[in-house]
């Protein structure tokens, strides 16, 4: 048997990687099509809602769920900040709730470290859900921007946003 170069292995790998990410993006492009335009502020693209903050957490842990996901752990960003203010000298408070879902797919991690195994770190996947102080009548999901200079990581980003339009949507 005639081993393949590692160039041919490098361009079967990649293929596959393109094959996943059309599957992907077909598959949700109708939810996909219902999300609005996310505001890039920073290093995060911002969905913004009017409703009850305990109400689109539900809906949000509701989406999660719907893929088959597992939420694996749950940061309580408002109260760890609120915990933290005197030792850190913070005079203001800047959200009423805040919080961030962490959770994984093990198909797309599976692909993910198949093509390079150092995208471990892409795992877990989060989504921040919370209420601004200033703001109380919206509340905001937000991610991570997507890891465009990356392939591998597009279906990553399209599962992010198929959740978050299911959240959006009901």
Same mark, same amino acid.
């Given at each position: 048997? =005639?081993?393949?170069?590692?160039?041919t =292995?490098?361009?079967?790998?990649?293929g =596959?990687?393109?094959?996943?990410?059309?599957?992907?993006?077909?598959?949700?492009?109708?939810?996909?099509?219902?999300?609005s335009?996310?505001?890039?502020?920073?290093?995060?693209?911002?969905?913004?809602?009017?409703?009850l903050?305990?109400?689109?957490?539900?809906?949000?842990?509701q989406?999660?769920?719907?893929?088959?996901?597992v939420?694996?752990?749950?940061?309580?960003?408002?109260?760890?900040?609120?915990?933290?203010?005197?030792?850190?000298?913070? =005079?203001?408070?800047?959200?009423?709730?805040?919080?961030?879902?962490?959770?994984?797919?093990?198909?797309?991690?599976?692909?993910?470290?198949?093509?390079?195994?150092?995208?471990?770190?892409?795992?877990?996947?989060?989504?921040?859900?919370?209420?601004?102080?200033?703001?109380?009548?919206?509340?905001?999901?937000?991610?991570?921007?997507?890891?465009?200079?990356?392939?591998?990581?597009?279906?990553?980003?399209?599962?992010?946003?198929?959740?978050?339009?299911?959240?959006l949507?009901?």
């Amino acid at each position: 048997m =005639k081993k393949r170069s590692r160039i041919t =292995k490098q361009w079967t790998i990649l293929g =596959k990687s393109l094959i996943l990410t059309a599957v992907m993006l077909a598959g949700a492009q109708s939810s996909a099509q219902l999300l609005s335009t996310p505001e890039v502020v920073g290093s995060s693209w911002v969905y913004k809602t009017p409703g009850l903050y305990h109400n689109v957490r539900e809906d949000l842990v509701q989406a999660i769920q719907d893929e088959g996901l597992v939420i694996s752990y749950t940061a309580h960003l408002a109260s760890m900040l609120t915990r933290t203010a005197e030792a850190t000298g913070a =005079k203001v408070q800047v959200y009423e709730n805040a919080e961030s879902l962490l959770f994984c797919s093990a198909e797309l991690t599976y692909e993910l470290t198949l093509n390079n195994p150092h995208n471990i770190t892409l795992c877990p996947y989060s989504i921040s859900i919370y209420t601004l102080l200033t703001d109380l009548d919206n509340v905001y999901l937000s991610i991570r921007a997507p890891e465009l200079e990356q392939a591998d990581y597009a279906a990553v980003h399209q599962l992010l946003e198929q959740i978050i339009a299911a959240t959006l949507t009901w």
